[in-house]
Nanobody
Framework: QVQLVESGGGLVQAGGSLRLSCAAS????????MGWFRQAPGKEREVVAV????????YYADSVKGRFTISRDNAKNTVYLQMNSLKREDTAVYYC???????????????????????WGQGTQVTVSS
């Protein structure tokens, strides 16, 4: 079992920055691909960024490419999402997720779908004001 706890959300003005953290419990964290997803009111949950177990493979949604950076520290069992140049449309609840079903795998197209992840955090609210 893996438990995930997000932190770092809050209210920020457009153009500002936030850094989200996701602390994971469990000895197998370092073998899992990790993802950040978000869900805005009335919308479906969507992928933001994904990172492979090693940190080498990364994927970004087009809407955040060039502004957000995903990283991980396997020694600290933590994954991060650095968000810069925030826009109002980035407002959402952000979720951290772990793909525990396929340890040590290279990223593939299935890694961008929420259904591929079997561990989820409780979410952290990010609100961007104009």
């Amino acid at each position: 079992q893996v438990q995930l706890v997000e932190s770092g959300g809050g209210l920020v003005q457009a153009g500002g920055s936030l850094r989200l953290s996701c602390a994971a419990s469990g000895r197998t964290f370092s073998s899992y691909a990790m993802g950040w997803f978000r869900q805005a009111p009335g919308k479906e949950r969507e992928v933001v960024a994904v990172i492979s177990w090693s940190g080498v493979g990364r994927y970004y949604a087009d809407s955040v490419k060039g502004r957000f950076t995903i990283s991980r520290d396997n020694a600290k069992n933590t994954v991060y999402l650095q968000m810069n140049s925030l826009k109002r449309e980035d407002t959402a609840v952000y979720y951290c997720a772990a793909d525990g079903g396929r340890p040590y795998h290279s990223l593939s197209s299935s890694d961008i779908t929420p259904d591929d992840y079997n561990y989820w955090g409780q979410g952290t609210q990010v609100t961007v004001s104009s």
